[in-house]
C-alpha cells in the first residue's frame, strides 16, 4: 500500500514538472550578452586549436620515439600518412 502511494506522488510530482518547464519562455538575450557570448565561443575555438596542436606535437614526438627505437633493433618502420581532415565550413550568420 505504502509503495503505490509513494509511486502515485512520484508520478504527480513528475507531471507538474513537465507541466512547468513546458510553460517558460525562452530566454532572449541581450547585446552584450551576445557580445559575451560570441567572444566565450572564439575564446573556445581557439583553446580547442591550441589543444589540437599540441596534440599533434605530441604525437609526432612519440611516433619519432618509436621509429628510432625500431631501427635501433633492426626494425624498418614505415609510417602510415595520414591526410589532415578537412576544417568544416563556418555556418553562415541570420
Known amino acids: 500500500m505504502n509503495s503505490k502511494r509513494g509511486l502515485a506522488v512520484a508520478t504527480l510530482c513528475l507531471m507538474v514538472a513537465g507541466a512547468v518547464y513546458a510553460k517558460l519562455p525562452a530566454p532572449t538575450l541581450t547585446d552584450e550578452q551576445k557580445i559575451a557570448a560570441e567572444a566565450a565561443k572564439t575564446k573556445a575555438a581557439d583553446a580547442t586549436k591550441k589543444d589540437g596542436e599540441l596534440l599533434s606535437k605530441s604525437q609526432d614526438r612519440v611516433a619519432t620515439r618509436y621509429i628510432a627505437a ?12 595520414i591526410a589532415a581532415a578537412p576544417v568544416p565550413a563556418a555556418p553562415a550568420k541570420k
Do not use: E, H, L, N
Open 70 to 81: 625500431q631501427r635501433a633493433k633492426g626494425v624498418t618502420v614505415k609510417p602510415t600518412p
